[in-house]
C-alpha cells in the first residue's frame, strides 16, 4: 500500500505544479492544493489562512466547512506565529476544541502547518478529520510537502499580480500622459503607441504597433528630408549623447506639426537593449512662437525706422538754412511729421499695452458711453485717410449706451475699421453698424469688401504676434498686435469677438458686449 501510497502523492503534487505553471489564479490554486490534500490525507475538511499586510491572519480557502463558519474557527491560528514549528503546532486539540464548539462544526482531530517563504510565514494549512484515528508523523511529513507547494504558489502568485498591478498602472498612466509616448524594441519596431500620440498625429494604435517607427512617424525637415532615415539619433548617436530628434510630421487631414522626440533606452542587468522609451511632444507652437519673436524683432525694427527716418529727413530738408520754403510746403512737411509721429506713437502704445498685457495689468475705467457717437466720430477721422473707401454707419435707432472704457473701446473701433480699409487695397464700402443682441448685450460689427481671410487663419488671427502669411499682409506695416488687443480690450469687458470672412469677398468682425446697466 505505501508505494501506491507515495505514488497518489507524487500524482497530487505533480498536478498541484502543473497548475502552477499553467495559471497563477491564487484561489482556485489554493482550492487544488486544499481538495488534494484532504483526500491524500483521508481528512473530512480543509482551511487555509494568509497573512495581511498588517501581519493579521484571514482564512482565504476552505473545504468541507460551511462557509460561515469559517471564520469561527478564529481560534486555530490565533497568535500561532510565536509557536510556529516545522513538525507541527503545539496545543491543537485545546484550540480545535473551542473552535469547534464556537462555529458549531465538530471536528475530532487536526494537523497544522505553517507556509513558509525562507523564514517569513505567509499562512498556515489545516487539515481536519471528524472522524477515525489521530493524525501521525508521517501525514505531517505528506502535509509538509503540500505547504512547501502551497508557499510557492502563494508567493508566485502574489509576485504575479503585483506585476500586474504595476504594470497596468504604468499602462494606465503612460495611456492618460499628457504628452505622448511611443516604446519601441531594439529593432525600431512600435510596441506601446498612447492616446496623447494617436490624438497629436492623427495615427491610431492599431495602425501603428508593430510596425517601424520610421515608416509610421517619418518626420521630416524643412527641406523635405527625411530626418528618420538621414539623422535617427538611435542609428547614428550624436556626439553630445542627446537621444533627440525634431522635424514635422504631416497628419492625414493635412495638418503639419513639429514633433520633438526624446528617446531613453532601457536595457537589462547584463547591459542589453531591451526597449527604448521616446516621449513624443507637439512644438508646433513653441516654433512659431520663437518664429513670432525673430519676425517680431524685425518688424519692430522696421516699423519703428520708418517714421523716424520720415520725421527725421522732413525736419533736416525743412531746417535747412539755404531753403526759402513756401507757407504751403512747410504745411505739407509739417503734416507729414505729426502723421509719422501719431504711427510712432501708436506704434509703441500698442508694444505698451501688449507688454501691460502679459503681465496682468490690464484694467479698465469704466463710464457710461455711446458707441454708436464714438463710431461716428472715428468714421470722420479714418475716412480723411482715404479717398478710395466709403464709410458708412448703421446703427439701429434702439442701440443703447453701455457701461465700458472710452479709451480702449476708441482703440478697438479705431483699430477694426483701420484693419478694414488697410486690407481692401481696392477701396469699397466698409460698413460699421451695431444692433441689439441677446441676453442684454448689443453687437458691433465692421465690415469691408477687401481680400478676406482663409478659413485656417480666422482661428488664429486674434493671437498675439500673428499675421496672415500673404502676399499683401507681407506688404502691409504692422506687428500682429492690433487684434491681439481688440481681443483683449473686448474679453475685459466681458464679451466677445469673432470674425465671419469668405476668401476674396471681404470680412466681418463682431464684437459683442454686455450692456451693463444693471
Known amino acids: 500500500m505505501l508505494p501506491d501510497f507515495r505514488l497518489r502523492q507524487r500524482e497530487y503534487l505533480l ?28 481528512g473530512q475538511a480543509g482551511l487555509i489562512t494568509l497573512r495581511r499586510n498588517d501581519g493579521s491572519f484571514i482564512p482565504q480557502a476552505s473545504i468541507g466547512l460551511p462557509y460561515q463558519a469559517v471564520p469561527l474557527f478564529e481560534p486555530l491560528w490565533r497568535d500561532l506565529e510565536p509557536e510556529r514549528q516545522r513538525g507541527g503546532i503545539p496545543d491543537m486539540a485545546l484550540r480545535l476544541a473551542l473552535a469547534s464548539r464556537a462555529a458549531g462544526v465538530l471536528m475530532r482531530q487536526v494537523v497544522a502547518l505553517p507556509l513558509e517563504i525562507g523564514d517569513d510565514v505567509i499562512g498556515y494549512i489545516f487539515i481536519f478529520r471528524s472522524r477515525g484515528a489521530a493524525f501521525s508523523s508521517n501525514d505531517r511529513q505528506v502535509l509538509g510537502a503540500f505547504a512547501d507547494q502551497t508557499a510557492v504558489a502563494v508567493h508566485n502568485a502574489r509576485l504575479y499580480q503585483q506585476v500586474t498591478a504595476e504594470r497596468e498602472r504604468l499602462n494606465a498612466i503612460i495611456e492618460h500622459s499628457g504628452d505622448g509616448v511611443m516604446i519601441i524594441n531594439p529593432y525600431r519596431i512600435i510596441q506601446t503607441w498612447n492616446r496623447a500620440l494617436a490624438n497629436m498625429t492623427g495615427i491610431p494604435a492599431e495602425s501603428a504597433i508593430g510596425r517601424p517607427c520610421y515608416e509610421v512617424l517619418n518626420l521630416q525637415t524643412r527641406q523635405g528630408t527625411s530626418v528618420c532615415h538621414t539623422a535617427c539619433p538611435l542609428v547614428n548617436a550624436p556626439e553630445d549623447g542627446r537621444l533627440y530628434a525634431e522635424g514635422i510630421h504631416h497628419r492625414a487631414d493635412g495638418l503639419a506639426i513639429t514633433l520633438a522626440d526624446n528617446y531613453s533606452p532601457q536595457k537589462n542587468e547584463e547591459g542589453f537593449l531591451t526597449q527604448i522609451i521616446a516621449n513624443v511632444r507637439d512644438v508646433t507652437r513653441l516654433q512659431e512662437a520663437e518664429e513670432m519673436k525673430q519676425t517680431l524683432l524685425s518688424v519692430i525694427s522696421h516699423e519703428l525706422k520708418t517714421p523716424v527716418s520720415i520725421i527725421k529727413g522732413y525736419a533736416g530738408t525743412l531746417a535747412r538754412e539755404d531753403a526759402d520754403w513756401d507757407e504751403a510746403t512747410l504745411a505739407d512737411g509739417l503734416a507729414v511729421i505729426e502723421e509719422e509721429a501719431d504711427r510712432l506713437d501708436r506704434l509703441i502704445t500698442n508694444l505698451l499695452e501688449a507688454s501691460r498685457l502679459q503681465a496682468g495689468g490690464f484694467k479698465l475705467r469704466l463710464s457710461y458711453l455711446d458707441l454708436a457717437d464714438m463710431a461716428r466720430t472715428a468714421v470722420e477721422n479714418l475716412q480723411a485717410t482715404t479717398t478710395t473707401h466709403t464709410l458708412e454707419l448703421d446703427f439701429t435707432r434702439d442701440f443703447p449706451p453701455i457701461r465700458g472704457d472710452f479709451e480702449r473701446l476708441r482703440e478697438v473701433l479705431t483699430n477694426l475699421i483701420g484693419n478694414a480699409i488697410k486690407y481692401s487695397p481696392d477701396g469699397g464700402l466698409i460698413k460699421i453698424g451695431g444692433m441689439l443682441g441677446k441676453n442684454n448685450t448689443v453687437r458691433v460689427y465692421v465690415s469691408d469688401e477687401g481680400i478676406g481671410i482663409s478659413p485656417a487663419d480666422q482661428e488664429r488671427i486674434f493671437e498675439r504676434l500673428y499675421r496672415v502669411d500673404n502676399r499683401l499682409a507681407r506688404q502691409t506695416p504692422g506687428t500682429g498686435l492690433g487684434l491681439y488687443l481688440v481681443k483683449a480690450v473686448v474679453e475685459a469687458h466681458g464679451g466677445r469677438v469673432w470674425v465671419d470672412s469668405t476668401p476674396g469677398q471681404g470680412s466681418t468682425f463682431w464684437v459683442e458686449l454686455p450692456v451693463g446697466n444693471e
Request: proline fraction near 0%; avoid cysteine.
Open 15 to 42: 498536478e498541484i505544479s502543473r497548475a502552477m505553471s499553467a495559471r497563477l489564479d491564487l484561489s482556485s490554486l489554493l482550492e487544488l492544493t486544499l481538495k488534494s490534500a484532504v483526500e491524500i490525507l483521508a
